[in-house]
């Protein structure tokens, strides 16, 4: 009951933030490919009808952004035909793209646009540690269990990713899984021998590594293409048409180019699109042609990156954590007095409390969207209250817990009624522990929050989410800094009023 007052009080808090106008919503995922494209694509149907589309970057991985993409809160996103296959409707094997369209057509769904190029998965490792080994080939692999394979946690789950290819090849290696771009860094400081990459990565020939040849024929095509709601073509007829002049427009090298001006010259993911944009397409005008959308990736400098967008992040990042710390508040204590009036509850409320605390943060944010039917503020809020309760409730049931008997009996006696000594006598005396929760809560929540960026729903976690795709430290301390001030003055408003709610003798 206390799960659907908290999801009810949050989505009527969150509802005038998701009544956007009817654009064109054009989703992308956690790396750096995906982000480009997202940008080209927000920005194509832009030229043709100037603010139809919105890019909503880097909401996580596969499953989130196909989540997000059933249930309507995004339109169109760029994927890859094994993808597709293999990760969403679950085949063993390739299927002819045709099939494809018909699977996906039961859902509302679709696939079009080929982009032009094929990005496989692939296994990399420096080229003199092949050359040392006489590795050239996956399966040359097998007669190396000790090396180190450092995966990214997506690889390590997908039904095309490493399990198969462990069992196609017969690997018996214990790979570490890391965030993809930190797995660069950790094979150019030999902490790992092998990793997973993508075939259009850019750092593979800076980094001098060797793509080894799947021999066993594994991996399926991953033709780049668009996965859309096929109702998108009838509600944005303008931009959609703009959309599928890209069909064909992106060959391989074109695209490793494009991760290369963000990955290595540090340019943004708008500016990337934009120098794609000059040139495409060739027969438009040049003051029709399209515009980058979105900043993408700040300016080079830490100083620059923590000032770009600072006031809007703030901001996004403060409502993220008041809004859901008071619906915890508005559910934790009540549950905490329940559970101290009750003694049969404590347990169960704390135990209940304690297990909702403990789900993977992603894992909740993937099960909100199809539930909720939107990405976003409302699953971010709901998720980030789940994790405030915990203090709350506990702190409340202590409060309660250390008033003295005796206090309860001399009113008693002094004939007030239950409701009276639980207001006048024990919440007064409760409040301090009480309070603390709440601080404990909300110092959390701030931290915490950084998670909603991954769904869509903005903060300091943008900027996390874009460094980890980027591997950049500077976009990383970005998003950090500010939210550990943020945490530390979140801190220090509480115990201001802590002290002022003192009495003056107990100061």
Not at 106 to 116: F, I
Not at 174 to 180: E, M, N, T
Not at 276 to 295: I, N, V, W
Not at 428 to 455: D, E, N, Q
Request: glycine letters at 10%; proline letters at 6%.
């Amino acid at each position: 009951m206390f799960l659907r007052t908290l999801a009810a009080i949050l989505l009527i808090a969150a509802a005038p933030l998701s009544l956007a106008g009817d654009k064109l919503q054009v989703g992308s995922k956690r790396f750096t490919e995906s982000y480009v494209l997202g940008e080209i694509l927000t920005a194509t149907a832009n030229s043709a009808q100037p603010g139809q589309a919105t890019h909503r970057q880097g909401l996580g991985n596969t499953a989130i952004v196909f989540e997000a993409l059933k249930a309507g809160s995004i339109d169109v996103y760029p994927e890859y035909l094994g993808t597709i296959s293999q990760e969403i409707l679950r085949h063993s094997e390739p299927v002819p793209l045709q099939q494809v369209r018909q699977e996906l057509a039961a859902l509302g769904l679709g696939v079009d646009v080929p982009l032009g190029f094929n990005n496989s998965y692939a296994l990399a490792m420096p080229m003199e540690k092949a050359q040392e080994l006489g590795i050239v080939r996956l399966s040359d692999l097998a007669r190396h269990p000790a090396l180190r394979l450092g995966l990214s946690h997506e690889f390590l789950g997908r039904a095309d990713g490493w399990p198969g290819l462990a069992r196609r090849y017969g690997l018996t290696n214990q790979p570490r899984s890391l965030d993809h771009g930190i797995a660069y860094d950790a094979l150019a400081a030999r902490q790992i021998d092998v990793m997973d990459i993508y075939t259009t990565d850019a750092r593979i020939g800076r980094l001098g590594l060797r793509v080894l040849d799947d021999d066993l024929g594994y991996f399926p095509r991953y033709d780049a293409l668009l996965l859309y709601r096929l109702d998108a073509a009838r509600r944005f007829p303008v931009a959609w048409r703009a959309v599928q002049h890209l069909e064909g427009a992106i060959n391989e090298q074109r695209m490793i180019a494009l991760n290369a001006a963000v990955e290595l010259e540090g340019r943004s993911f708008a500016q990337a699109a934009e120098g794609f944009l000059k040139d495409f397409p060739a027969h438009q005008p040049a003051e029709s042609r399209p515009k980058p959308t979105g900043a993408g990736n700040a300016p080079a400098g830490l100083q620059a990156k923590l000032l770009d967008r600072l006031l809007p992040l703030t901001g996004e990042h403060l409502f993220l954590v008041l809004v859901s710390v008071a619906a915890a508040t508005a559910a934790g204590v009540p549950l905490g007095l329940a559970a101290s009036l009750v003694p049969g509850l404590r347990q169960p409320v704390l135990g209940l409390a304690g297990v909702l605390q403990t789900i993977p943060s992603l894992a909740l944010l993937a099960m909100l969207i199809p539930l909720l039917g939107a990405i976003g503020t409302r699953p971010a809020l709901i998720a980030l209250s789940v994790y405030a309760l915990l203090p709350i409730v506990r702190n409340t049931c202590a409060g309660l817990a250390q008033v003295p008997s005796g206090l309860r009996q001399a009113a008693q006696a002094l004939g007030m009624r239950r409701a009276d000594i639980l207001l006048l006598v024990e919440l007064p005396l409760a409040w301090p522990l009480i309070l603390a929760g709440v601080k404990t809560a909300a110092v959390m929540t701030v931290g915490t929050a950084t998670i909603a960026a991954f769904i869509g729903a903005g903060g300091y976690g943008e900027r996390i989410a874009v460094g980890l795709a980027l591997n950049d430290n500077q976009m990383l301390l970005a998003g950090a800094i500010p939210s550990a001030l943020l945490a530390l003055v979140t801190q220090g408003l509480f115990e201001l009023v802590e002290r002022m709610l003192q009495r003056p003798g107990m100061r």
